[in-house]
């Protein structure tokens, strides 16, 4: 069984911190997928990787993928309060079935 | 507008009475999938579909039963809910190789 890890589960900060979200795995992926969720709303997806080191810039986020693609990481420089919310990563199987982290619940406080 | 719909968005209904949730989406994608949301545990894939008429199980197909007879539609029958299948699902399709998936808004079932 395929399972993705995520951390820290929580995170509380301060507008204008950095932070690191963290999604592991044993398993290889052919992509990952970072989703953002909103309280009563589907997540929107934010960013895909899929080469084994690549790095994608979004504004103030930063997504990066493992050189083995089974793990992923999500940094924010400054965090604003717009940035709260519930981060989920999700692999690929290949063309198959997806993979969902438990998610990694931030509060960026003004 | 490109989006994937979901209906009914609430519904409370009582144990083993058969319900059917409708999934549809209007961007002719191949890939659709059903999930469980339950807190602390992520989103789990109950049923995913490549193309019409193939569908396969996910990680927690117990108790679920999917159709896919047109493209768009992917609809969710549990032919007899219990109280353990009290969740928020979603529906969300994909397409091509990257297969950014889109979601629908959730339904959020409740059994009793």
């Known amino acids: 069984t395929q399972l993705l890890e995520q951390s820290p589960q929580f995170l509380s900060i301060q507008e204008g911190e950095n932070l690191t979200v963290y999604c592991n795995s044993s398993s290889v992926f052919s992509s990952l997928q970072w989703y953002r969720q909103e309280p009563g709303e589907g997540p929107v997806l934010l960013v895909t990787v899929v080469t084994g080191g690549e790095v994608k810039k979004l504004k103030r986020l930063t997504f990066q993928f493992g050189d083995a693609r089974k793990d992923s990481s999500l940094h924010i420089t400054a965090a604003q309060p717009g940035d709260t919310g519930l981060y989920l990563c999700?692999?690929?199987?290949?063309?198959?079935?997806?993979?969902f982290g438990p998610g990694t619940r931030l509060s960026a406080l003004p | 507008e490109a989006q994937v719909t979901q209906n009914p968005r609430y519904l409370i209904t009582v144990t083993g009475k058969k319900l059917t949730v409708t999934c549809s989406q209007n961007m002719n994608h191949e890939y659709m999938s059903w999930y469980r949301q339950d807190p602390g545990l992520g989103l789990r894939q109950i049923y995913y579909?490549?193309?019409?008429?193939?569908?396969d199980k996910g990680d927690v197909p117990e108790g679920y039963k999917v159709s896919r007879k047109e493209k768009r539609n992917f609809p969710l029958i549990l032919e007899s809910p219990s109280p353990n299948q009290t969740s928020l699902y979603f529906c969300a399709s994909s397409f091509g190789d990257r297969r950014e998936q889109y979601f629908g808004p959730g339904t959020r079932l409740t059994v009793t």
């Open positions: 999700a692999g690929d199987n290949y063309g198959q079935n997806f993979v």
């Open positions: 579909s490549m193309n019409v008429e193939v569908t």
